[in-house]
């Protein structure tokens, strides 16, 4: 195991996940890739403006996520800020980046995650063809 891709949401279970993963890596010799999404934002037709200053602002944010993430596991990583729906970017992401892990946590931070507990990480087993580490 070489390549160890773990998600992250800004949630304690998505940071219990990389903690976990950190210590995979470091374990296995293997590197570590954090990774972000940033869903799509829908406005109604009606709203007088676009969704570009939302997007740009939860991609700044995302890397702000990210690079919180890697100071508090003190791990040197790749970081990757990415937009679209998140369980299928990051199935996209594990495939296309040929990893050998996909780490995540058992719960996310959307307001449909926490009825659907944990949605995202669900789909995403039921769509990723790599192998998936759910943390709890």
Avoid: Y
């Avoid at 390549?3 to 890596?25: E, Q």
């Avoid at 990774?35 to 991609?59: C, D, I, L, N, Y």
Wanted: glycine share 8%; with cysteine.
């Amino acid at each position: 195991m070489k390549k160890i891709l773990v998600a992250i949401d800004g949630s304690d279970a998505s940071m219990h996940a990389a903690r976990t993963a950190a210590t995979l890596a470091k374990g296995l010799g293997a590197t570590l890739t954090l990774a972000h999404v940033v869903p799509p934002t829908f406005v109604p037709p009606e709203v007088p403006f676009g969704v570009q200053p939302w997007t740009e602002e939860a991609v700044k944010a995302g890397e702000r996520l990210l690079e919180r993430a890697a100071t508090e596991l003190g791990v040197t990583c790749e970081r990757q800020n990415i937009t679209g729906s998140p369980a299928e970017r990051l199935a996209d992401l594990a495939e296309q980046g040929a990893f050998d892990l996909v780490v995540v946590g058992s719960k996310g931070r959307g307001a449909v995650s926490r009825v659907l507990i944990g949605s995202v990480t669900d789909r995403l087993v039921h769509i990723c063809k790599r192998p998936i580490l759910v943390v709890r």
